[in-house]
């Protein structure tokens, strides 16, 4: 679950990281009142869970109360990355002399967290991270352990930052750890952590990522998810407790089991297509559960061809092959369809699909080829 950034700094705060003073004006005529409140320069900061907002125009400085009540119009007219803009955050206008990148994520390489520093933060950290990686140092964390005060300094020599930042930057990194695991989360990340001109650090910027299998110990964040922000076909799939990810290619896929669903991904791939979605409806499916999956993935204006990939063990192919059909029903589908159900009942399945019409494969390969094959000739 992605947090806003006003609900990130929220959470930072408590760890005692120094943040903006500013709050989310809703409705949007606040954000003349909050201006006022604040002195009157003010970011007007739109809140959408994506980042780059800097680059697309979604963060704005204004220069007056009337100036920052304009530009949060403007700015909630947006779309960023194809995603409206509902709420803006009025922070205060922090003047700053260098912007440093602070953040925290699991290193699956290492099994372990790992914190990065960089003194080369701000908007471009992606660029840095690909063309000049050395810039971005690195710590691993032992969990049991956790972020020793040695590890922090380190950062701050290693990043160049003058020595009477050492002891803030310390602090800053352990609240922003304490903030990392406490609420289980996948990424912690302050871009940028700026020196301000009165030689402050404050966070100007925070992004996390919660784990969602670890929510049900936070029920006071599950709360504060933004279902309106987040994509509607993956909300969607939440509530039926399928794993769906919306992807950018056309090709619809529908498998049980996360692995098999990544290697049906790359077996797309191979075959020269893109799949649409990722989807896992998880081992032993019922019709039901099948049925709201291939809503979903019909729902995608992007598919052009539905790939089923079902290895029937616990799950039963004639099962999925009735939630199919029972989809069907409800849904008109012009979009072509191919099978491939091996196991448990996948004659039954097969010859179910087949009366409705369905293209059906012998073979994981011969499947994708022509599910790849059929959406590419789609217009
Ligand atoms: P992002 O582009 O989505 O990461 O949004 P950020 O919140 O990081 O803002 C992008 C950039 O806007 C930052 O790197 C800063 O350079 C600038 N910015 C953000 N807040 C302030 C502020 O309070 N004062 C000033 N002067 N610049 C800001
Ligand atoms: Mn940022």
Redesign the pocket.
């Known amino acids: 679950m992605k947090l806003h ?1 006003y609900q990130s700094k929220q959470i930072f705060a408590k760890y005692g990281v120094p943040i ?1 003073r500013g709050r989310v004006a809703s409705p949007a005529n606040e954000a003349r009142h909050i201006a006022e409140e604040l002195g009157g320069r ?2 007007i ?2 809140q959408v869970l ?7 125009g ?2 704005r ?1 204004a220069k007056s109360p009337k100036d920052a009540a304009d530009l949060a119009t403007f700015v909630l007219g947006m779309d960023i990355k194809g995603l409206p803009v509902r709420k803006v955050l009025v ?6 002399d260098k ?1 440093i990148y602070l953040g925290i994520t699991n290193d699956r390489a290492t099994r372990r967290p790992v914190m990065m520093a960089s003194a080369a ?3 471009d950290i992606e660029e840095v991270a690909a063309e000049t990686p050395e810039k971005i140092i690195k710590t691993h964390i032992d969990p049991l352990l956790g972020l020793r005060e040695y590890q922090a300094r380190d950062m701050a020599v290693s990043i160049d930052l003058p020595r009477e930042y050492w002891r803030p930057f310390g602090e800053i990194a352990e609240g922003l750890w304490r903030a990392y695991t406490e609420n289980d989360a996948t990424l912690a990340e302050i ?2 952590l ?1 020196i301000t001109a009165d030689k402050r650090l404050v966070a ?4 996390m990522v919660l784990d969602d299998n670890a929510l049900f110990r936070h029920p006071d964040l599950n709360e504060i998810r933004d279902l309106a922000a987040e994509d509607p076909l993956e909300v969607e799939a939440r509530k039926y407790g399928l794993s769906y990810i919306n992807l950018d290619g056309n090709v619809g896929c529908m498998v049980n089991g996360a692995g098999l669903a990544m290697a049906t991904m790359d077996i797309i791939k191979l075959c020269g297509g893109e799949p649409a979605n990722f989807l896992d409806i998880g081992g032993g499916a019922s019709s039901e559960k099948v049925a709201a999956a291939l809503r979903i993935i019909l729902a995608d204006p992007k598919v052009k061809a539905v790939l089923f990939n079902i290895f029937g063990g616990i799950t039963r192919c004639d099962e999925v092959a009735r939630g199919v059909l029972a989809a069907l029903q409800e849904v008109n589908a012009e979009v072509p369809m191919v099978a491939r159900l091996v196991g448990t009942n996948a004659e039954e399945g097969l010859r179910l699909l087949a009366d409705a019409n369905m293209v059906t494969a012998e073979t994981l390969v011969d499947a994708a080829a022509k599910a790849v094959e059929i959406a590419n000739s789609a217009k």
């Open positions: 950034e903006p003010v970011v900061k739109s994506v980042g780059g907002r800097g680059k697309a979604g963060i400085l922070d205060e206008a922090i003047g700053f912007e933060g701000g908007v871009n940028p700026v100007l910027d925070g992004k």
